[in-house]
C-alpha cells in the first residue's frame, strides 16, 4: 500500500484480556515506531525497530507490553492481562531517514 | 521529564489572522525538528521541519522560527483557514533517535 496501515481500526476489549495489534509499514522502511496517544496528552514513544538491530524497548510501560516485528516487515504490539489506563490510541510509524510517516492508528478501549 | 513543552493548549483563531504555536525543548543535542498536523482520526502527518542551521523555515502559509540559544521554537500559520482546524504537535530527535513529542495545540480557526 501507499501508506501505514493498522488493524484493527477500533478494538473493545474486557479488562485482563490480551490484544493484539497490527501494523503495516511502508514498504522499503527500515525503521519502525510504535506510539501511544491519550486524550490530552501528546505521543508517548513505547518502542523502535530499525533494520536488524535489538529494538529500543525504553518506551514500554509495563512487562504487560511486548512488540515484535517479523521479517523486518510487519509488526505486531501485544498488550497481556489489559488494564482500563491502556485505553488509548496506539500509532505505528515507518521511516527511511528522519521523517516518520505515521498510520491512521488503532483506537483501544478497555472495559 | 517532558523534554519540549509546547504551549498554548488550545487556540481560537479568525479565519485570516496568525495562527502561533510555541516549543521549547531542554535537550542541546537535539538536531532536527518537526512540526506535524493531526486530522481527528487520523494520524499525524508531518507538516514542516527545521534544523538548528537556520532560524527560519517557510513553506507557503507555515513558517518555523528557531532560536537557538533560547532553545525555542515555533510555528505561524499566515492567514489561516478553517481547514487548518486541526491539532498540531511540535517534537524532537537526535540524529536517527526516536522523536520526542510535545503534548500537542488544537486549533480552531472560526470562518
Known amino acids: 500500500g501507499a501508506g501505514v496501515s493498522q488493524s484493527p481500526s477500533n478494538k473493545v476489549t474486557e479488562k485482563g484480556k490480551d490484544v493484539e495489534l497490527r501494523c503495516d509499514p511502508i514498504s522499503g522502511h527500515t525503521a519502525l515506531y510504535w506510539y501511544r496517544q491519550s486524550l490530552g496528552q501528546g505521543l508517548e514513544f513505547l518502542i523502535y525497530f530499525q533494520g536488524n538491530s535489538a529494538p529500543d524497548k525504553s518506551g514500554l510501560p509495563s512487562d504487560r507490553f511486548s512488540a515484535e516485528r517479523t521479517g523486518g516487515s510487519v509488526s505486531t504490539l501485544t498488550i497481556q492481562r489489559t488494564q482500563q489506563e491502556d485505553s488509548a490510541v496506539y500509532l505505528c510509524?515507518?521511516?527511511?531517514?528522519?521523517?516518520?510517516?505515521f498510520g491512521p492508528g488503532t483506537r483501544l478501549t478497555v472495559l | 521529564q517532558q523534554q519540549v513543552k509546547q504551549s498554548p493548549q488550545s487556540l481560537i483563531v479568525q479565519k485570516g489572522g496568525i495562527s502561533i504555536i510555541n516549543c521549547a525543548y531542554e535537550n542541546t543535542a537535539f538536531d532536527y525538528f518537526p512540526w506535524y498536523q493531526q486530522f481527528p482520526g487520523k494520524g499525524p502527518a508531518l507538516l514542516i521541519a527545521i534544523r538548528p542551521d537556520v532560524s527560519e523555515k517557510k513553506e507557503g502559509r507555515f513558517t518555523i522560527s528557531f532560536n537557538k540559544s533560547a532553545k525555542q521554537f515555533s510555528l505561524h500559520i499566515m492567514d489561516s483557514q478553517p481547514g487548518d482546524s486541526a491539532t498540531y504537535f511540535c517534537?524532537?530527535?537526535?540524529?536517527?533517535?526516536?522523536?520526542?513529542f510535545g503534548k500537542g495545540t488544537m486549533l480552531l480557526v472560526s470562518p
Open positions: 510509524a515507518s521511516s527511511l531517514g528522519t521523517t516518520q510517516f
Open positions: 517534537a524532537a530527535s537526535s540524529g536517527y533517535s526516536t522523536l520526542t
